[in-house]
């Protein structure tokens, strides 16, 4: 079984491992510890990553992570990530033996499967993208100056093809190919990937944002024994996202904005550790990627994730949890858990339902799905799946993001004026089927346009 390993080594060690200007291996990491581990096959081809302590506020409880926090990176706090691979034969002794036994191992954890979140089921297009562009108000956001110009949209899927969807889009595309990260093993150049899911991903989150940058992270390219073409292991997001944290950080803090549009999941809990086992991740807030994607919102990223298509009307054939499909950071409360409608503010039979397994209250909100758009899969085939509700999600936060960037206006409270603005399609209020309602472009201008002239009483 493929795992991740949780270290705590030197603190000269792990203070170069989250130095982003220092280059690390994991012999260089295991060469600091006292031992071999035993029963384990380290993956050399890995690059380590930091993994931040959480920090509660003064007087909070230092073992909940349901409490406001602080990340610290410092030697003598943070851990390190690497990965390997212990025999199923003996997986259930190692994992006993490696945490008594080594002080340097604070925990084992669940490497899962990641796979795109699919179209499913065989349904004509309802509308195309321009309906989307209408519904979305894209003239009016870009009437308030909001259309993505200067905002780092990054889309970890597939790869992306930057001529398909300039082609389609009619306009030029903005991509970034230096702060794009490709995984080790993967061939081929950001921007240059085959017409996929990624493709399509990438234009449906520039309907509302034309003027964002794309960063092409085809995370889903990695490969593993066994493995399909389309799919990885969650320890190559682990490193995707600690690439993206130096993207952040790299920014001006007063005018920092980094939206991540993850359109993948876990469908299987055989592909995880048992819930309740501290190597879990579908249930597991403590997980290090789950941490992971706490710290980068803490840090001022938003982070989109597709609620996915488990749900009870047209369930995807991969789905194997019997209920609460919703799963690790898919469901986390510090991401933005997206679900699918059609042009007609219908839920999409394929939109999992809630409550998510992180939080309950998932998925956040709706988006559109099932247009026309891309034509990633041919010229009839719809943009489909909560795969492209999500990025049509990241695309009005990357157009918000233009005016309001992460110091004016937090992850936190983006996430709360979206599902406060959010238009209510069922019960009044959250529900399982829609979250708060349907992303309303309308209702969220005009509150920001009040946030604004508070802003300007404040100063005056």
């Not at 691979?85 to 669940?110: M, Y």
């Not at 493709?199 to 593993?224: E, H, N, Q, W």
Request: glycine residues 10%; aromatic residues 6%; hydrophobic residues 40%.
């Amino acid at each position: 079984m493929r795992v991740l390993i949780q270290l705590r080594p030197s603190s000269d060690v792990v203070t170069a491992v989250a130095d982003p200007s220092v280059t690390m291996t994991t012999a260089d990491v295991s060469g600091a510890l006292s031992g071999a581990l035993p029963g384990v096959v380290l993956d050399a081809s890995f690059t380590p990553v930091a993994v931040p302590r959480p920090l509660p506020g003064a007087g909070g409880d230092p073992l909940s992570l349901n409490q406001p926090l602080t990340f610290s990176f410092a030697g003598d706090q943070a851990t390190v990530l690497v990965r390997g691979e212990i025999s199923d034969d003996e997986l259930s002794n190692r994992l006993t033996l490696l945490p008594t036994h080594r002080p340097e191992v604070v925990g084992v954890f669940a490497d899962p499967v990641i796979e795109p979140i699919l179209t499913c089921g065989g349904d004509d297009p309802v509308g195309d993208w321009h309906d989307v562009e209408r519904l979305l108000r894209v003239a009016e956001l870009a009437g308030e100056g909001m259309d993505g110009s200067g905002v780092a949209l990054a889309v970890l899927d597939t790869g992306i093809n930057t001529a398909h969807v300039a082609r389609h889009l009619g306009r030029d595309v903005i991509l970034d190919a230096g702060r794009s990260w490709v995984p080790g093993g993967v061939n081929g150049e950001p921007g240059e990937f085959e017409v996929d899911h990624g493709t399509m991903c990438a234009f449906d989150t520039l309907i509302a944002a034309p003027r964002a940058t794309l960063i092409d992270v085809p995370v889903l390219l990695s490969t593993r024994p066994g493995g399909s073409a389309l799919d990885g292991l969650l320890s190559d997001a682990v490193a995707a996202f600690a690439h993206l944290r130096t993207v952040l950080e790299d920014q001006p803090l007063e005018s920092r904005s980094l939206v991540i549009s993850n359109s993948w999941g876990s469908f299987s809990p055989h592909w995880d550790f048992p819930v309740g086992h501290t190597g879990n991740y579908s249930d597991n807030l403590a997980h290090p990627f789950n941490l992971i994607v706490a710290s980068l919102d803490q840090a001022g990223a938003d982070v989109l994730f597709a609620a996915g298509n488990c749900g009870r009307d047209c369930k995807d054939g991969r789905c194997a949890y019997p209920n609460r499909p919703i799963t690790g950071a898919n469901s986390h409360p510090n991401a933005l858990s997206v679900g699918g409608v059609d042009t007609r503010d219908t839920r999409v039979g394929y939109s999992s339902q809630g409550p998510g397994r992180l939080d309950a209250r998932k998925p956040d909100i709706c988006s559109y799905t099932h247009f026309s758009g891309s034509k990633a899969f041919g010229d009839d085939q719809p943009d489909s799946g909560t795969s492209a509700a999500c990025p049509v999600a990241a695309g009005l936060v990357a157009a918000i993001r233009t005016r309001w960037p992460a110091s004016r206006l937090s992850p936190a409270q983006l996430r709360t004026l979206l599902r406060r603005t959010a238009r209510d399609r069922s019960t009044v209020g959250f529900d399982h089927d829609y979250g708060y309602g349907i992303a309303d472009s309308r209702e969220m201008i005009a509150a920001l346009r009040r946030a604004a002239d508070t802003e300007a009483e404040r100063v005056a």
